[in-house]
């Protein structure tokens, strides 16, 4: 716990105040960016696709300003997400979601092949949809 304490983190209820700790907002170093990135998608991001829209990458998080830089790093590595708020409209939480995406299909593929994930659904999900667009 003190690590996280350390680099920012507060103790108790902080999914509204989370941010990316300083260290890795300052940094200048890609593969450090990378890593970040990719966790951060790995464990609040989704991967999804409709035959008919094409490909998503998302994240979905109660911090603004955790969802604010996220889009900040990614934009150091040439990645553009869109960003927008919303409430979801069932269950007990009626704090909105911050929600950052991107539908181009080039910067989801560049995203999935380059910062990827280590979330097993994710990489299925990618590796069915490659295989669909492949096959037609």
Known sequence: MAFFREY???QGRKAETVSVPKQILESNDENIIGAFLRGLFS??????YQV???PRVEIQVKSERLRNEFVILAGRLGFSFRIYSYLPPYGKNKAPL???YTTQRKQVIRWMEEIGSIKDAHLKRYKNWKMLIEGS
Do not use: K, M
């Open 8 to 10: 920012g983190f507060p």
């Open 43 to 48: 464990t609040d991001g989704c991967f999804s």
């Open 52 to 54: 008919d829209r094409g």
């Open 98 to 100: 911050q929600v950052a």
